[in-house]
């Protein structure tokens, strides 16, 4: 039963993010007036980057803000994307040699917070408390309200723990940036295995490539400091190398979301950053 459970919760969460991503496409076709072409952009992404005046490297450029989505399902697919974004960055092809600003000690444990605390966060928990609770998971937390507001904080929880452990702990000990680097460009076969390589290599603080050491040892550590949270869940070896492997595997799947997540913007039509907005004569300049 815990096989399945584990399987059922990684593809839930993966297949969840994307029916919501998917689900404004047929609905923003609609509501578009045809009057209203979009205009054509000369490059995929004109302004990936910006200066940085105080360091031999260059910044990406910020995320897109919520209100530069427009109607009510494109505000739902920004939200939803916030965490696909947040932890992605853009190589510069346009500039070869240049090299991204990496994240400070701040700046990880800032990225660490605002995952923590992203609404999706919130959502997840709640959708696998829903789960466990109607598998009956860890029976000692009873059912009724009680039984699923604890399935909740553990689930919310374990969230918080595995981010800090991979994207502030693991980071800073080892000098590792926790996002995901795009490859952006070149056949689709190469970048869906550019996203899966990224369980296994990472980049460090200056750039060069290194061994992920905050996919495994993070995740490792959240599974294990998890069993705290799910007194009923299975111990030992195994059962924590399985947790650990769906783990991996669901991030992997996150990552080929965040590989493709431009094409998935501009099919859809939403704002993605480094992209400059169609004008909107309605929209007063920020």
Request: include cysteine.
């Amino acid at each position: 039963m815990g096989h399945r459970t584990n399987r059922l919760r990684s593809l839930a969460k993966i297949s969840f993010l994307t029916a919501l991503v998917a689900l404004p496409g047929r609905t923003v076709y609609a509501q578009d007036p045809p009057a209203a072409p979009t205009p054509p952009v000369s490059a995929p992404f004109p302004e990936e980057a910006t200066k940085n005046v105080t360091a031999p490297c260059i910044e990406p450029p910020p995320m897109v803000r919520i209100e530069d989505y427009n109607g009510p399902f494109q505000k739902l697919v920004g939200t939803f994307a916030g965490p696909l974004e947040r932890k992605s960055v853009h190589p510069p092809q346009y500039k070869p040699g240049a090299k991204l600003c990496t994240l400070t000690l701040k700046g990880k444990f800032i990225l660490f917070v605002k995952d923590s605390y992203d609404p999706v966060n919130f959502l997840a928990s709640a959708f696998s408390a829903g789960l466990d609770q109607a598998q009956n998971s860890d029976p000692s937390y009873g059912q009724g309200a009680e039984g699923y507001g604890r399935r909740f904080g553990g689930e919310f929880g374990g969230q918080i723990s595995s981010r800090f452990f991979k994207e502030f702990a693991y980071p800073a000990i080892f000098s590792e940036d926790p996002r995901y680097y795009r490859l952006a460009h070149g056949p689709a076969g190469k970048r869906l295995l550019h996203a899966v390589e990224h369980a296994v290599v990472a980049h460090r603080d200056d750039g060069t490539r290194m061994f992920n050491f905050s996919e495994w040892l993070g995740t490792t550590s959240a599974i294990v400091l998890n069993n705290t949270y799910h007194p009923d869940s299975q111990r030992g070896f195994s059962a924590t190398a399985e947790r650990v492997s769906y783990s991996i595997l669901q991030d992997m799947g996150f990552d080929v979301l965040r590989e493709f997540w431009p094409e998935i913007s501009h099919k859809l039509k939403l704002p993605f950053r480094g992209q400059a907005p169609p004008a909107n004569p309605g929209s007063n300049p920020p």
